[in-house]
């Protein structure tokens, strides 16, 4: 049972940054593809980014490549989200998710999530 727990939302100015980090319980946490989805008010959750086991590749939705970078440290069993030239259409509760496979944007082969941060961007 891998547990995820995100940290790092709040709110932030229209062009500002913040940084999502995730930390996950499971020792083998680097056999994990992890990722990261976001909900907005009335929509339904969509995928941001994921970065492979040993973060040799990572994907974006097209929409915010440039803007998001996602990164990992195995040895600190973390994954980071750096979020910049935020926009008010970016808030959003942002989920962090694992999968065991290469899942990259596949939301259903994701086997756990946590509980999301929150991100407010103020126009």
């Known amino acids: 049972q891998v547990q995820l727990v995100e940290s790092g939302g709040g709110l932030v100015q229209a062009g500002g940054s913040l940084r999502l980090s995730c930390a996950a319980s499971?020792?083998?946490?680097?056999?994990?593809?992890m990722g990261w989805f976001r909900r907005a008010l009335g929509k339904e959750r969509e995928f941001v980014a994921a970065?492979?086991?040993?973060?040799?590749?990572?994907y974006y939705a097209d929409s915010l490549k440039g803007r998001f970078t996602c990164s990992r440290d195995n040895a600190r069993n973390t994954v980071h989200l750096q979020m910049n030239s935020l926009k008010a259409e970016d808030t959003a509760v942002y989920y962090c998710?694992?999968?065991?496979?290469?899942?990259?944007?596949?939301?259903?082969?994701?086997?756990?999530w946590g509980q999301g941060t929150q991100v407010t961007v103020s126009s």
């Open positions: 499971e020792r083998t946490f680097s056999g994990y593809t």
């Open positions: 970065i492979s086991w040993d973060g040799a590749w990572s």
């Open positions: 998710a694992a999968s065991q496979y290469n899942a990259a944007s596949r939301e259903n082969l994701y086997g756990y």
